[in-house]
């Protein structure tokens, strides 16, 4: 008798397994409710199972999620987390152009935004645009410049720029 409710129920599901930290079971439930494709819920759905499949660091799960949703109906405070996910996605299928795209729409204040600006160096790097990953590694050095000495970011981007010199052959 409550076959109509079903997609709101699961997705209530998938929100309790989500706050219980339960993210994987949680990602069945939103996936089940997309698969519904009940208008109510299936955007709210698509929302929770791009967060959980960061969470879990499911590629999967996330391509699953974006190849259903609209980047302009995701709300504004989880776009940052997409754009660094998708690129990263497509930094792996080698789509660099696209991929430095992505990573250059995360925000300055946004916690994927280091990181972003990274890989979107290292996308310009694979895609032999090597004045302009020079130019992002240096970005990075900058903004990680009062970091100590051992900070991952830091260090990557010193690393990722005698690279990228190196390829241009800058031995200076």
Known sequence: E?????PQLKYVLGLMLMEM?????????????????????VKQAIEKLSIVADSLGDDT??????????LNDFPADKRDMLYF???????????????????????????YYNQALFNRGMAELEGNQLDVAAQI???????RDSAPVTDTNRVSAQIALARTLYQK????
């Open 21 to 41: 930290k339960l993210n994987q079971v949680a990602a069945f439930q939103f996936v089940d409710v997309i698969r519904m494709g009940n208008n109510k819920y």
């Open 137 to 143: 590694f240096q970005t990075l050095l900058v903004a």
């Open 85 to 111: 996910r998708i690129g990263e996605i497509k930094l792996k299928a080698r789509e660099f152009p696209k991929a430095s795209e992505l990573f250059s729409k995360v925000s300055n204040h946004s916690r």
């Open 2 to 6: 409550l076959q109509a409710e079903r």
């Open 61 to 70: 799960l996330l391509n699953y999620a974006v190849s259903k949703v609209d």
């Open 169 to 172: 052959q800058d031995w200076e």
